[in-house]
């Protein structure tokens, strides 16, 4: 009798919302209706579409690894701001650990908040499997259409067996990366050598090559490599692997759903000898395996790297972002990196721009959750497009990076820019709170009647403005970006979730923690017979350790995925 | 029948005037316990009520679940342990790492307290104890990070070699993996040599002055004196130092591997320490974490009841 009159309310309350909603402002449940709100004592609709309960709403959520003093003085305003206009004081936890550690040791105590977001699947599938998150199928149907219309078919993706949802995803949504996995080269280097067009990976083999032979050492006597690298070896497999066209690391017979493992394959042995060239040559940094972030980064910003087998955004970061913060009004657009879009012959599609919908993290209510219909409502509000801007990008203010003006959402001129994005985005941070309290928010794009005219799509973390004939606006980005193709495909149906419990899971850090090793002894072989005799010999020990089942296993996955999609 | 309960009878009153020796030293040595009551209550709670936890290693443990709730399954993580892929591997590391530590580590501060010994001003005597100190302040990250600074292929020392024409091109030291256990025993020397050398000291300067006065008359030099005198009078402490570190021959280190060690060298970092933490902590695993740290503390006692036994054998001296 109370669900009926519950379901009847929602539903009245429901109606008369949509009745008042002006067609053109595009305004979703939860933004300006009290959708679900039956149960609780509301005191009316707020300017920006939260539903005002009369009593505080108040729980907290852990959200991984942070130092808490810095995360609680970025959270204040906005603390300040829920708790004027929403009535609703929220309090994240972090800790200086590692997360998964953490939260096994929250399992194993029992002591763990209401909340818990950014957790990886296996997480959250952990707390599922103990009975410690709540089901929230029917909280999602009468509480939060939002989750429902913005995941789509996608939702089916979190239903276990059952079709029950215990989890969410955070940080979901369309890739904003309009790049992804890249073969960079220095603009102004390019540019000197007669701007050579460079398609594949030998093509690119010889530009950097080039290069080095015409800048040998850079202005202080050190040193020039073509490539680099940070991450172990690791960027350097993975994006030739892009370049020939593998799914997270397998080739895939999609008729067959067959997986195989790159190790496995004769495109693995090529890129193996491709990169070992580099490093015969000694156009590989030799710290590669060493370095750190910041030891690469100064290795770019001192000029002694030409190139990079990796992500876009590791040469952005370290190279026209820092050299346009040191260099300040003496910084020359063109002292760059230009990425580009690297296809192996023969491949029909490269895969270099990977977009998971559903991302790699996941939000749960626990079991200590006093009034879940509650939160519920919360990150239905969160998920309306006005809520993701306030919970991405802050307080609306003049002066913060964006502002209400009259129903519209108006960037400040300055964000445009690209270059300036460090103090667009980052600096008002603590003035205004973007991103402190944000926990099922997509960090993909998002689209809306009401955002600014000049602004086509935005996410939480970026904005890419762009032209009507689909230039960007900001010079610096169409420099670096004008060979990028930028074509992504749709990596959700290759989720693949490993449980802390089950066999694979031991397999499979086996295998990344194997294959890592013998990838740096195969690239660092003297000889290219040696090279491929350490790579046979690599492929003998994974296959002895299991990679066959971890080939079977995520066959399996996508298998359940498409099925789960309909596909 | 008789003879039987003459025999109870007797061991009943053995019983009773053991229990009363027990407890007249007890009386006698008063003060000595109050002293140290808080220490054996640190003992206690930080020592022995954690093991209970060992029970863990005989159940399916996951976390969330309570042990009631897990289906014992006996030996099954130590099997497990030793049906590792990589586990023989692992053990060869963390022997071959702690017997460097135990041999080159172990003498080293003996040798670096004799020397320190012979100094005769006492001002350049607390300058070198102090710079032989220091190193054991300095955290791994900041030793790491050291140590990739000076050894990198572009670090103070290839650059040095380099400019003097020793070296053509920049030697790999710390991407190869055949040198990275003489990296980390010389890093783990570096910093621990002059904090372990203390020890030695103290027990040094408790040698019998007129034992020196004594060997000066016998014409004894200052090698003599060290050999003859100094050595024999520590020995109690060497041995003793000695046999408490024959318990950590199966910890090896477990930060110096994490940080150092890079994908070319796993086969030759990993150790037991390392392997747990990432394959039982940091998956949740409590129950397989548990039975390998069980297994590494029952070694490690007996290790260091054999020595002890051996020990007591050959020099009459012993720790228990």
Sequence with gaps: MKKLLRLTLAFTLATVAAGCSSGGNNKEAGEGTATGSGEFETIGVNEYGWDVPKETLKFSFYAGYDDQAEVDKIAAPMAQFYKEKFNVELKKIVYSVDMNEKLNLMLASGDYPEVITNMSDDMAEKFIAQGRAIDLTELIDQYAPNVTEKLGKYLNMMRNDDGKIYKLPALWGENPNVAGWD??????????????????????????????????????????????????????????????????????????????????????????????????????????????FEDWQTKVMNERVIGNIGTWWHVWVAGQEAWAEQEQDKYNLEKRFMNVSVKAPGVEQSTEVASNFIGSYRIIITDKAKNPEQIMRWLNWELSTLGTMITGHGIPDPENIWDIKDGKWIFKDSAMQYAKKNENFHAVREKFGSQAYMMIAPGGWIKDERLDPRVTRVSVYDMWPITEDGKFLDEGVNLSWQNVKGESWDSTLYSVSYRGDDPISITNTTIKDTLLSEWAKIITSKTEESAVSTFNSAKDKLNKLGLQDLEKYNSDAYKANKEKLGE | ???????????????????????????????????????????????????????????????????????????????????????????????????????????????????????????????????????????????????????????????????????????????RGEYFWALLTSANLWKGIGWSSIIYIAAIAGVDQELYQAGAVDGLGRFGMAWHITLPGIRPTVLLLFILGIGTLLNAGFEQQLLLGTPTTREYHEVIDTYVYRYGIQLGRYSFATAVGLMSSILGLALVLITNKISKKMTGMSIV
């Design chain 1, 183 to 292: 073969f960079a080269i220095r603009y102004d280097w390019w540019k000197e050598l007669g701007a050579p067009v460079y398609q594949t990976p030998e093509e690119f083999y010889n530009t950097v090559k080039q290069i080095a032979a015409n800048h040998p050492t850079n202005a202080a006597g050190n040193k020039v490599y073509a490539i680099s690298d940070n991450t172990q070896g690791a960027n350097l497999y993975n994006a030739m692997l892009a370049a020939y066209g593998f799914k997270n690391g397998f080739k895939v017979d999609e008729s067959t759903g067959e997986f195989k493992h790159w190790i496995n394959t004769d495109e693995g042995l090529e890129i193996a000898k491709y990169i070992n060239r580099f490093y015969r040559e000694g156009l590989l940094d030799p710290d590669f395996l060493t370095n750190k």
């Design chain 2, 1 to 175: 029948m008789e003879q039987q309960v003459e025999n109870r009878i007797k061991l009943q009153k053995e019983r009773g005037s053991r229990l009363s020796r027990i407890g007249k030293r007890l009386k006698r040595e008063k003060e000595l316990w109050a002293i140290n009551i808080f220490a054996l209550g640190w003992v206690f709670v930080f020592a022995y009520m954690p093991m209970y936890g060992i029970i863990y290693s005989f159940f399916d443990y996951f976390p969330g679940k309570s042990l009631s709730e897990s289906k014992f399954v006996g030996l099954k993580y130590y099997q497990e342990f030793f049906s590792l892929p990589d586990v023989w591997l692992i053990i060869r590391n963390t022997l071959v790492i702690s017997t460097l530590g135990l041999t080159i580590g172990f003498v080293a501060p003996i040798i670096l307290a004799l020397l320190i010994n012979e100094i005769r001003s006492r001002s350049f005597k607390k300058i070198i104890q102090t710079i032989t100190y220091l190193p054991h302040f300095v955290s791994w990250i900041v030793v790491a990070s050291l140590i990739f600074t000076m050894f990198g292929s572009e670090g103070v020392v290839n650059d040095v070699l380099i400019r003097l024409g020793i070296l053509d091109e920049p030697f790999q030291l710390l991407g």
